[in-house]
Structure formats: structure tokens, C-alpha cells
């Protein structure tokens, strides 16, 4: 099988009409989209893609987190290569986040096909729901489903932005609660998964690298820290008689980037993304703040590491301005590893393409996070222009994406010859 007949078979026109049919779909009138997990729109993009695997002959099922899978050649058995994204989207979000990986995954079965090559093991397209999280509240929603690891306990409890308990969302799109756990699947029935996805960051166009070949993607700690103090009268109180909780909070934000930056490691965030002071009006010094807080890093052990400076140097700066301090964590979700030699083939492909790759961390989760406890993963970067993603602005070029498709088509013919 050659490559190059792989790059010829990738078509942009293809590409450009699926990536503008889904676009309109939920568009918001700002360049963005709003396609909420579960929603008509969700709904009318997924019948969309599904349309087009029929088309292209994938054998099409879905499963009862609302997933979808097609399939090619049909009637071919065994573990599938597997490759896919998204649909969902944040209220206003991009054209790019999810639909670039899913009609970059569908464009290479379709290139595959078209350059001769009969692959010996099938490939599967995967169209993942509720990615974002922004509807329940529970990122990733779709391929945990398909892992098994979604906790049912947090299911009972689940609802929507809207109060909406998760059994009558999903009996919104005709599925049922009681039946997802029907969604889970085995490490049996994959080869490997391979996602392309925009990179949500600026390096690749700062550097002028058409791909990012994924190494890992961050782990992340959510932290909630309590700071308390006194609520006062803003006026008749001296200043150093108050316990003013709002300004011990501003000092630990302060200085979060600075432990960050003794880390001296480039993988190392640390972020207070949320904050909440009591009681937020104008004239009371602020008796008690709420701070949320994100912690990432590739290591788990460095991750932790610098939660645990955060929260010492956090409750220091609190016990000497009088405060009380009390802090948790919310949430842990562990680094993710690519597979090595799915790395390395994906730069070779980018090789012999003669396209320009680097290899990169994702700082964001993605699907490829639930099902690298499926398979081995790898995740193909394509750029976004200056950065921007989750708002209308969000871009990333034809060409980019043509790219992409390329890149996955080759490491996907690649990687199934080796399998077999
Ligand atoms: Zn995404």
C-alpha cells in the first residue's frame, strides 16, 4: 500500500462539505455554534454523519449513551482500528472542536477505500456524545459509557444545566438510563484508537508545524479552597483590625503562578478559573471566599506535588493574615500516556508525507482519554488559529484539516499492516 495514493484519496472537497453541512447545523448567527449533547441539533449532526458512513458503505449502529459506530469493509470480524471525536459543542462554540476528528476519521475510510487498499482488519468511525460536558455536567459522557467507567452512583444524582435528570434527557433522543451500561465495550474489540483534533492552543501556528503528533494529555486536579474571615462594615473599622478573606484569596492567587514557575517544568498549570466571595456587596469586607482551582501536569506525581505546595502555601498566607483556611479536592483525573509506537508511526507518516509535525502535550482531556482504557491511543494535533477554541472565533484552515485527514489515513493503513 503507498502513502502517496493514500494523500491523492483524501479529498478536500469532501472535507470542506461536511465540515460546512455541520457547521450550519446549530449555528448561532456569530460563527459559532450552540449544539448541546442531546439536543436536536446534537441529534440532527449526528443523523447527518451517519448519513454519510451509509454512503460511504460503513455498517452504521449505535449504542445507548447515543454513540455511534460505522464500520467498514462490512462483515469483517475482529478487533477494529477505531477513530473519532465529537459532535457536541459548548453553547457558542466552534465549527472545529469534534467535527474536524469525526470527518477526518470518516474522510480517511473513504480515502482508504478509494486508494484500493482492503485493510485485514476493519476500521470503525466513532461519533462520541456528551464530550463536552456542557449539558450534564460529566465530560467525556459518551466514551466513559463505552469504557464502563462511569460511576453509577454519580448517575442516579446526574442532571442537566437545566435541572433535567439525566434518565429524561436521554429519553429525550429515545434512549434509556436504565440500558447504558449496555454501551460498554471490551479491550478485545480494538486494535488501537487514533483521534484528530484541532490543538485549542497556539504553538503549532507560532511555530508554523502543520501537526502536532500527541505524546500525552495532562492530568488535571480540581481543588475547592474556603478562605474565612470576618464579614464587616466596610467603613467605621480600621483597616488592620479586619479579616478581610477576599484579599488573603487575591495573594493565594498571586502567588499560584509563581509556584507554577518553580516547578521549572513547561507541562506545570496552575489556574483559579473560579471564585466566589461572600457576601459580594459593595460596602462589607468579604467574610468568606470560595476559589476553584486547576491544577495539570504530565506526571501524576507532579501533579500532586504542586496541588500539595498550592495548598501549603495557601493555608500559610491564610494563617498570617488571621484567616481560616480549608481546602479539598474536587476532582483527579490522571495523565494519559499515547502509545509509543502510535507516536512513531504518525510521525513517520507525517514523513513520508513531507508534512511538517512536532511532538506536543494535549492540555486538554479528550475521547482519546476514556478509550485509551480500551486501547492503545494517539491523537493527531491540527492547528487553531491564534489559539482560540470553545467561541465562534475558533478557526483552523481547509488545508489544515486536509492534513490531518492525511496524516490519519496514513497512520491508520500504516498501523493496521503492522497489526496483522
Ligand atoms: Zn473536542
Known amino acids: 500500500m503507498e502513502r502517496k495514493s493514500l494523500t491523492a484519496a483524501v479529498s478536500s ?23 448541546l449533547a442531546y439536543s436536536p441539533e446534537h441529534w440532527k449532526a449526528r443523523a447527518y454523519i451517519r448519513d454519510r458512513m451509509e454512503s460511504a458503505g460503513l455498517q452504521v449502529r449505535e449504542d445507548a449513551a447515543g454513540n455511534v459506530m460505522g464500520r467498514w469493509p462490512v462483515g469483517l470480524t475482529g478487533p477494529a482500528l477505531a477513530m473519532g471525536s465529537h459532535l457536541d ?12 476528528g469525526v470527518v477526518c476519521a470518516l474522510e480517511a475510510v473513504r480515502a482508504i477505500q478509494e486508494s484500493g487498499f482492503r485493510p485485514p482488519s476493519p476500521l470503525e468511525v466513532i461519533v462520541f456524545a456528551e464530550e463536552e460536558g456542557a449539558r450534564l455536567n460529566h465530560p467525556l459522557f459518551g466514551s466513559k459509557a463505552m469504557a464502563g467507567i462511569l460511576d453509577p452512583r454519580l448517575l442516579e444524582q446526574m442532571k442537566d444545566r437545566d435541572g433535567v435528570p439525566l434518565a429524561r434527557v436521554l429519553e429525550g433522543v429515545g434512549l434509556s438510563q436504565e440500558r447504558l451500561s449496555e454501551a460498554r465495550r471490551q479491550r478485545e474489540e480494538f486494535l488501537a484508537y487514533l483521534e484528530v483534533h484541532i490543538e485549542q492552543g497556539s504553538v503549532l501556528e507560532e511555530r508554523n508545524v502543520q501537526i502536532g503528533v500527541v ?12 478562605i474565612t474571615g470576618r464579614a464587616d462594615h466596610a467603613g467605621p473599622n480600621p483597616m488592620e483590625r479586619r479579616k478581610d478573606a477576599l484579599l488573603g484569596a487575591g495573594r493565594i492567587i498571586t502567588e499560584i503562578p509563581v509556584l507554577v514557575a518553580q516547578t521549572g517544568s513547561a507541562a506545570a498549570r496552575g489556574t483559579v478559573g473560579a471564585i466566589h466571595a461572600h457576601p459580594n456587596t459593595i460596602n462589607v469586607v468579604p467574610g468568606r471566599v470560595t476559589l ?34 480549608l481546602s479539598r479536592v474536587l476532582t483527579e ?29 494535549s492540555g486538554a482531556g479528550h475521547d482519546t482519554t476514556s478509550m485509551s482504557t ?12 491564534e489559539g482560540l477554541s470553545h467561541c465562534p472565533e475558533e478557526f483552523t484552515p481547509l ?14 493503513a500504516g498501523l493496521i499492516n503492522n497489526f496483522t
Do not use: W
Not at 215 to 226: D, K, R
Open 374 to 385: 480500551l486501547a492503545p491511543v494517539g491523537m493527531i494535533f491540527v492547528p487553531s488559529v
Open 13 to 35: 472537497e469532501r472535507i470542506q462539505q461536511d465540515m460546512a453541512t455541520l457547521a450550519c447545523i446549530g449555528a448561532d448567527g456569530q460563527g459559532g455554534v450552540t449544539r
Open 89 to 100: 459543542s459548548v453553547p457558542h462554540g466552534g465549527r472545529f472542536d469534534g467535527p474536524v
Open 399 to 412: 488545508e489544515d484539516i486536509v492534513c490531518g485527514a492525511r496524516v490519519l489515513a496514513g497512520t491508520a
Open 215 to 226: 505524546t500525552g494529555i495532562v492530568g488535571i486536579t480540581f481543588m475547592e479552597m474556603v
Open 333 to 361: 483525573i490522571e495523565p494519559v500516556a499515547m502509545a509509543n509506537n502510535i507516536v512513531q508511526a504518525i510521525g513517520e507518516t507525517c514523513e513520508e508525507m513531507d508534512i511538517t509535525c512536532m511532538q506536543m502535550l
Open 292 to 325: 476553584g482551582v486547576d491544577v495539570r501536569h504530565k506526571e501524576k506525581e507532579e501533579i500532586r506535588k504542586l496541588a500539595r505546595l498550592i495548598d501549603l502555601k495557601a493555608g500559610d498566607i491564610c494563617q498570617k493574615s488571621g484567616l481560616e483556611f
